[in-house]
């Protein structure tokens, strides 16, 4: 993880270092006990995928059950397969019933305390029992839920027994790979009868200026046994740096009722502002006496920050107008599945920031808890989106059939737990919802509006409308803060004119369609998706290949550059999300065998960027940028569409083996330059010039025949925790140490320490080898090796081999 996340926090930690007196093969606390600890409860379940009879009764016999850590998810784990019933929207990777268990103990000094579980997200249809009592179900599989086990605890030497059902076998469910498994953390909580209730603290700042900020602070305070005494509410402010900068304290407090609220203000002076550039944060530490003798320890994230939307000019942080350049992302982290792992989802961060990217749409569910943390930290937007349908089916086995009885829990347990967030400013209650199309939107979407402001008036509420109409019955409740377009580009300019005086966002733009690395020329002639999706694609590619050239899209969506050079124009066009961020397993698009991910990402599945990347990254950033493609190796006399993206300069001018091929200056809206080029061997290369001089220069070299491997890890030092990870970018060169562009040969990998190889990928949608063997074919050249480290120092050396190639090893430090 980079310097910044974990100076951040450890900052975050300081004072509530959460352990626990539960001890569960290598759980075990060395600390002094805390008044409320937290645990890590993710090591040593036992799991089977099948579905025994009487799995949850604690003398249940599992010694045969396979042993683990979790976060889990064993869909990735098995073979694809045309037949499978989730389909290729769905991945083509298996579903069905497994179980997993746990035993802990609990010692006997800790009687009178308060246990519970915390699942951070189990898909799907999850049901808890803990020593053979049923604790109940949860259907959605991306609710964060608790689970209070007091009533139902042994403690001593005798053991407790956690049994979860996972139920993912009705398919398909959803239109994206969703993973199975307890695939998110889970975490066991100890708290005083007198205690902060779950997500029971609501930060706002409703006055910032450079001088001072406002703070609000709500606490739910939790009594449920109806404690007597003498109660303070203490709350207290630190800045990053661990300093007191503001407190309060209400005293005399009596607790009548099972849950009771307690309103505080304080003022910070002289706020350090959180923003994309500089995401300060600060932390709230509420602290409840009772009696003179604290009961209760609790800490929130703060971020303060302002912003506003405006129907002329836009969006608006901290009074500096700014356009929202976001992505949108699925939950999935391509070879890892959908098991949370915090390093991938900081990488995939990492990436999109380097293509200029500033925020992140969750679609189309409540993503991982880390995820907000992440972008908390490192400064990211997050429009947090709720669900994908409301009472109407999308999916035959969808949340659809559990929406009237659980939809405002959900909701509500949703918006609580992810409202004092900083990266928040906006909250999606339902992405292209079908009852927009009918009377029924109208009511739906004003229930919904309502259970949100009822938790939150800080934020403004949208939907992803895939009809953004004045009819549309969604948009005619008055319910929306902003009017959410998905894609219709074409009427981005009409907005002011169709909807006066409302305020905008693209919820979803683009759906451009790429396979890395692959050309088919002409570069510059746009082709639509056809609409029937059970034929080849348009191009004649019948290996189902795309076009890089950011010249084919769906017919509803448009190319990269087309949406973007409408959204850059004005200023009430406030921003947008483009789809997708990366590649993601499922909805191949179109659903044809042997199509199992997607083609709408700027970086493919294994984190590898597309061409169009350097586009965003020519417009998005002040880095100076000239981005040259494609290859250099095609069938002599064949013309070849040459591009380039840059920035920072006026011109660029093209040389193939030292003779100049002409310059190109960007006109009018134009957001790259072309060359078509008879191909000869050798040598292409591009300069850009900004006022005559010169500032960037690249090359691209016909390559020979494959002949080595290299191998470059994204970091060379991690940490011996178990969960660490190092993503190994696997190149084939030839002699001269050129990328050779149609390489794919099969590599194989070794590992000698104390790793794990967690994955493999290379990004190619079609291809059917295991993202956890212990090989993989490059595609175009490059292909990846996850290295996830195990729990003890030292060093770990990967080997990847090739037949015919020279090896290559590098060397990982694993730290303490």
Same mark, same amino acid.
Request: net charge neutral; aromatic share 12%.
């Given at each position: ?21 539960? =001890?569960? =093969? ?39 059950? $396979? ?178 900068? +503001? ?57 303060? $920050? ?116 900083? =990266? ?133 969506? =448009? ?84 591009? +380039? ?30 060359? $078509? ?100 074919? +490059? ?38």
């Amino acid at each position: 993880m980079s310097k910044r996340f974990y100076s951040a926090f450890s900052f975050l930690c300081v004072g509530v270092l959460f352990s626990v007196l539960v =001890s569960s =093969s290598g759980c075990k606390s060395t600390e002094e006990p805390q008044v409320r600890q937290r645990a890590d409860f993710t090591k040593n379940w036992s799991f089977v995928l099948d579905d025994p009879a009487s799995a949850q009764e604690p003398s249940f016999n599992d010694r045969q059950w $396979r042993k683990l850590n979790l976060p889990h998810d064993w869909s990735i784990e098995g073979k694809f397969d045309e037949k499978a019933p989730a389909g290729t929207g769905g991945g083509a990777l298996p579903g069905g019933i497994g179980w997993y268990r746990k035993t802990f103990t609990v010692e006997e000094a800790e009687k009178g305390k308060l246990f519970f579980i915390d699942f951070d997200g189990v898909y799907t249809n999850s049901e808890v029992w803990i020593n053979g009592h049923y604790l109940g179900k949860r259907p959605n599989g991306y609710s964060s839920f608790r689970y209070e086990l007091t009533p139902h605890l042994k403690y001593g030497q005798e053991q407790n027994v956690l049994a979860v059902k996972v139920d993912n076998a009705q398919q398909p469910n959803s239109r994206w790979y969703s993973g199975s498994g307890i695939y998110r953390n889970v975490w066991l909580v100890k708290t005083n009868p007198v205690h902060v209730a779950k997500d029971g603290t609501f930060v706002t700042t409703p006055q910032v200026s450079q001088e001072a900020a406002k703070v609000v602070v709500s606490t739910i305070i939790s009594n449920v046994q109806k404690q007597q005494g003498s109660f303070v509410l203490h709350t207290l402010v630190y800045d990053q740096e661990g300093h007191e900068v +503001a407190k309060v304290a209400s005293e005399n407090l009596t607790l009548p009722d099972s849950l009771t609220e307690v309103k505080q203000e304080l003022t910070v002076a002289t706020p350090k502002l959180w923003s994309i550039e500089q995401p300060h944060l600060y932390s709230v530490v509420t602290r409840i006496e009772q009696d003179g003798k604290v009961v209760d320890t609790y800490q929130t994230p703060l971020g303060i $920050r302002s912003f506003n939307f405006d129907a002329q000019k836009g969006f608006f942080l901290n009074g500096k107008p700014m356009k929202i350049l976001g992505v949108c992302n699925h939950h999935d982290l391509g070879a890892l599945g959908a098991a949370i792992n915090v390093r991938a989802l900081e990488r995939q961060l990492e990436i999109m920031r380097g293509m200029g990217v500033n925020a992140i749409r969750t679609s189309h569910n409540p993503p991982a808890p880390e995820l907000l943390d992440l972008c908390d930290r490192m400064g990211f937007l997050v429009m947090d989106e709720s669900f994908d349908m409301w009472k109407k089916e999308k999916s035959k086995f969808d949340y659809s059939h559990s929406w009237d009885q659980w939809h405002q829990r959900d909701l509500e347990d949703f918006i609580k737990r992810d409202r004092n967030h900083p =990266s928040v400013i906006v909250w999606s209650i339902g992405n292209e919802i079908p009852e927009q199309y009918g009377p029924e939107g109208t009511a739906i979407a004003t229930e919904l509006v309502g259970i949100v402001k009822n938790l939150d008036t800080t934020r403004p509420i949208t939907v992803g409308l895939n009809e953004p109409y004045p009819h549309n019955s969604i948009y005619k409740s008055g319910g929306l803060d902003l009017v959410g377009f998905n894609y219709h580009h074409q009427d981005f300019e009409k907005f002011p004119q169709a909807f006066p005086g409302q305020k905008f966002i693209a919820t979803e733009a683009v759906s451009a369609l790429m396979t890395r690395g692959h050309y088919d020329t002409p570069a510059d002639s746009i082709r639509r998706w056809p609409k029937r999706w059970d034929i080849p694609f348009h191009d004649g590619n019948k290996d189902l290949t795309v076009s890089a050239y950011d010249n084919v899209s769906t017919p509803w969506g =448009s190319t990269h550059e087309e949406t973007w050079k409408v959204l850059k124009k004005h200023p009430y066009l406030s921003g947008m999300f483009i789809w997708t961020g990366f590649d993601y397993l499922g909805e191949p698009t179109p659903y044809l065998w042997p199509a199992r991910s997607s083609y709408f990402g700027v970086v493919d599945l294994a984190g590898f960027p597309k061409d169009v990347y350097y586009m965003y990254q020519s417009e998005w950033t002040t880095k100076p940028v000239l981005h040259l493609f494609p290859h250099w190796n095609w069938q002599p006399g064949k013309t070849v569409d040459v591009l +380039a993206y840059y920035n920072n300069a006026d011109e660029v001018e093209l040389f193939l083996n030292g003779t100049s091929q002409g310059i190109r200056k960007k006109q009018g809206d134009d957001l790259h330059v072309l060359w $078509r080029v008879p191909f000869q061997p050798g040598t292409i290369r591009a300069v850009s010039r900004a006022n005559g001089k010169e500032v960037l220069t690249r090359e691209i070299k016909t390559a020979g025949a494959a002949a080595k491997i290299v191998l470059e890890a994204d970091r060379t030092a991690i940490n011996a925790d178990g969960k660490d990870l190092s993503f190994v970018t696997v190149k084939i060169l030839d002699q001269a140490g050129n990328l050779v562009p149609n390489a794919d040969n099969l590599v194989n990998f070794k590992i000698d320490g104390k790793a794990t190889l967690a994955g493999v990928d290379n990004g190619l949608q079609t291809s059917m080898e295991s993202f956890k063997a212990n090989h993989r074919k +490059a595609f175009n050249g490059l292909c990846l090796a996850i290295l996830q480290a195990q729990e003890e120092a030292g060093q770990v050396k990967l080997t990847a081999t090739s037949e015919g190639l020279q090896s290559a090893t590098v060397t990982i430090e694993l730290k303490k």
